[in-house]
Structures are given as structure tokens and as C-alpha cells.
């Protein structure tokens, strides 16, 4: 009788274990499964961030944090530049219109950033291109301030 006590106590325990041991693992199926769901998520939001930044880009628009997007002229972008600033001057949409990917804006500063380093400012512009106006002389200024 003792023994065969000690083999139904054996038995409930192991019959008790085993609904446990499946328990166990159906928490840890289900916190994997949550895991998953998160990883997901997560590869989600990121591409849509980097959809979102490569649209920016394309705009020429500034990040909502109010830092703007860095674009760095490529080899191409500066000869197309060079090309199109010797026949037609300072007409910025016409340049802006050449160089895709740039405003007017962007056109316009590089100029002024690099009109001495490469020499834009020395380019002599064929007829009928747009060039910088012409400054008036300090004579001039003075008489239509006092007028």
C-alpha cells in the first residue's frame, strides 16, 4: 500500500507537471509572438521615417526639428552649373531648371559661396546673358537720398 501510494503521488505530481510545463510554453510562444509584432512595428516606422526623409531631400525641404537637409553638390551638379552660369549668366530658374534637385535658393547661395573659389565672378558672359546689375557709384546714392 505504501508504495503504491508514493506511485499515485508520483503520478498527480507528474500530471500536474505536465499542464504546467505547457502553460510555460504557451506564455513563451505568446511573449514571442508580441516580440514579433513589436520587431514589425518597428521596421514599419522606420521606413516610413526614411520615405519621409528621402521625400524631404527630393523638396529641398528642412526636418520638422528646424535643422536643414544637408546636400552636397555632386561632380555633375557643379559642371552642369558651370555649363549653363557661362552661356546664360544669372538667370537663376533657367540654371534651376538644368539642375534638378536644386532651388533657387540653393542655386543662389552656392554662387555666392563659390563665385571667388571658382572664378564665376571673372566669367565673361556672352551677349544677352543675365549678369550681376550695375552698381551706382556713391555720388548717385547720396543725391537720390537727399532727394
Known sequence: PLQRQQQQQQQ????TALPEAALQQLQQLQQLQQLQQLQLQAQQLQQTQQAQQT?????????????????????????????????????????????????????KTFYQNYKQKLG????????????????????????????
Open 12 to 15: 498527480q505530481q507528474q500530471a
Open 120 to 147: 564665376l565672378d571673372k566669367i565673361v558672359l556672352p551677349e544677352g546673358a543675365i549678369g550681376p546689375p550695375p552698381r551706382k557709384k556713391k555720388k548717385q546714392q547720396q543725391q537720390q537720398q537727399q532727394q
Open 55 to 107: 521625400q524631404r531631400a527630393q523638396q529641398g525641404q528642412q526636418r520638422p526639428e528646424g535643422k536643414r537637409q544637408i546636400q552636397y553638390w555632386t561632380a555633375e551638379e557643379k559642371h552642369t552649373f558651370l555649363e549653363t552660369f557661362s552661356k546664360h549668366g544669372r538667370d537663376w530658374p533657367l540654371l534651376s531648371s538644368r539642375i534638378p534637385g536644386k532651388t533657387v535658393n540653393q542655386i
